[in-house]
């Protein structure tokens, strides 16, 4: 018996000659795996709804097992995404964010908070043509799901809630005026105060996304701290980070 699931696509394997690996996030299951036969077909009804970053409706032959694969029946495209892929520095974003969620979470486990997370944030990365700040937004909040949420409430040194001046990596959280040293990258006030907002759980990536950033050298610096501290503390092996690295004027 097929089961119905909507679920947005993480990752996709090639194997066979037509035959695909396909990796989705969703609603009702979480994160799981399914075997696409003759989707790469030119007449596979299903190609549509297996694009990268799209959401779809999938009808799956579900495993009985977690660590096993499931078997598409059919797909429908609910929302595609195709522009993330056009333009290169957006397909590069997306990709890192998807990359983040996938290592962050076990197969099938249900988390509507992260599913309409992630949903939101690649859709916000549609409608806005100044991406950073969303997608430091995003990977701020998923620090939760690896269990290293920081903390925004207090100095991490003195743990005073006055006086704080900017944000360190080593510490994994907010720095006062009296804490700071000569190593301590000095982060500009209003940033820091907008930080301090997203650890309020009310406050969603919609709720940013509504508000007016530019990209300058202190938000890509912030990024590139970001991704240090995902390869090197976290632990996350992301293909995307060295190409931002590489190509991107985020790392410029």
């Given at each position: 018996?097929?089961?119905?699931?909507?679920?947005?696509?993480?990752?996709?394997?090639?194997?066979?000659?037509?035959?695909?690996?396909?990796?989705?996030?969703?609603?009702?299951?979480?994160?799981?795996?399914?075997?696409?036969?003759?989707?790469?077909?030119?007449?596979?009804?299903?190609?549509?709804?297996?694009?990268?970053?799209?959401?779809?409706?999938?009808?799956?032959?579900?495993?009985y097992h977690k660590n096993k694969v499931s078997k598409l029946k059919t797909g429908v495209l609910?929302?595609?995404?195709?522009?993330?892929?056009?333009?290169?520095?957006?397909?590069?974003?997306?990709?890192?964010?998807?990359?983040?969620?996938?290592?962050?979470?076990?197969?099938?486990?249900?988390?509507?908070?992260?599913?309409?997370?992630?949903?939101?944030?690649?859709?916000?990365?549609?409608?806005?043509?100044?991406?950073?700040?969303?997608?430091?937004?995003?990977?701020?909040?998923?620090?939760?799901?690896?269990?290293?949420?920081?903390?925004?409430?207090?100095?991490?040194?003195?743990?005073?809630?006055?006086?704080?001046?900017?944000?360190?990596?080593?510490?994994?959280?907010?720095?006062?005026?009296g804490c700071i040293t000569e190593k301590d990258y000095?982060?500009?006030?209003?940033?820091?105060?907008?930080?301090?907002?997203?650890?309020?759980?009310?406050?969603?990536?919609?709720?940013?996304?509504?508000?007016?950033?530019?990209?300058?050298?202190?938000?890509?610096?912030?990024?590139?701290?970001?991704?240090?501290?995902?390869?090197?503390?976290?632990?996350?092996?992301?293909?995307?980070?060295?190409?931002?690295?590489?190509?991107?004027?985020?790392?410029?």
């Amino acid at each position: 018996m097929a089961n119905n699931l909507q679920g947005l696509i993480i990752s996709k394997i090639n194997y066979n000659d037509y035959d695909q690996i396909i990796t989705i996030f969703s609603r009702e299951e979480g994160k799981l795996s399914f075997y696409a036969p003759g989707v790469r077909k030119a007449i596979s009804k299903n190609q549509f709804s297996l694009q990268l970053f799209a959401t779809s409706e999938f009808e799956l032959f579900l495993s009985y097992h977690k660590n096993k694969v499931s078997k598409l029946k059919t797909g429908v495209l609910i929302k595609d995404r195709n522009l993330l892929a056009k333009d290169y520095e957006d397909y590069l974003v997306a990709t890192l964010m998807v990359e983040v969620l996938d290592q962050a979470i076990e197969e099938r486990t249900a988390d509507d908070e992260l599913y309409n997370l992630i949903t939101t944030s690649l859709d916000c990365l549609l409608n806005n043509s100044d991406n950073l700040i969303i997608v430091i937004f995003y990977l701020f909040k998923m620090l939760k799901w690896y269990g290293l949420r920081w903390d925004f409430g207090k100095c991490q040194r003195c743990y005073k809630k006055e006086g704080i001046k900017t944000i360190s990596f080593i510490d994994q959280g907010l720095i006062c005026r009296g804490c700071i040293t000569e190593k301590d990258y000095l982060f500009s006030i209003g940033l820091i105060k907008e930080i301090i907002l997203w650890q309020d759980e009310q406050f969603t990536i919609a709720t940013l996304a509504s508000k007016t950033f530019v990209t300058n050298q202190e938000l890509m610096l912030l990024f590139r701290m970001l991704c240090e501290y995902y390869l090197n503390v976290v632990g996350i092996f992301s293909y995307s980070i060295k190409e931002i690295a590489e190509k991107s004027i985020y790392f410029k």
